[in-house]
Nanobody
Framework: QVQLVESGGGLVQAGGSLRLSCAAS????????MGWYRQAQGKERDLVAH???????NYADSVKGRFTISRDNAKNTVYLQMNSLKPEDTAVYYC???????????????WGQGTQVTVSS
């Protein structure tokens, strides 16, 4: 009984910026890791970035220096600031959250439904 609501996707010119948001709600005791994955047409889903509850971050080599992941723990929300966008960034971006259920306190992995990011040349 957890929902991940993604927003912020859209169409942007190369060199532009977008900010993705993912808000988690429902039967959550606490959230551990939050991250973003992406899947381009005809490609497999790959990790873009993730951030731990303590604020440690990891990035895919292809986005280092351009993307920034952050989180607002009070709002159970993770963000992905995407700058200097390239056509190769075009993909469906999926939010992923690892959390502990408030129902049984088991660790659960949840996925958002995805938001389309299209970068034109």
């Amino acid at each position: 009984q957890v929902q991940l609501v993604e927003s912020g996707g859209g169409l942007v010119q190369a060199g532009g910026s977008l900010r993705l948001s993912c808000a988690a709600s429902g039967s959550i005791s606490s959230i551990n890791v939050m991250g973003w994955y992406r899947q381009a047409q005809g490609k497999e889903r790959d990790l873009v970035a993730h951030i731990t509850s303590g604020g440690s971050t990891n990035y895919a080599d292809s986005v280092k220096g351009r993307f920034t992941i952050s989180r607002d723990n009070a709002k159970n929300t993770v963000y992905l600031q995407m700058n200097s966008l390239k056509p190769e960034d075009t993909a469906v971006y999926y939010c992923n959250v690892g959390y502990y259920s408030s129902i049984n306190y088991m660790r659960v992995n949840a996925w958002g439904q995805g938001t389309q990011v299209t970068v034109s040349s």
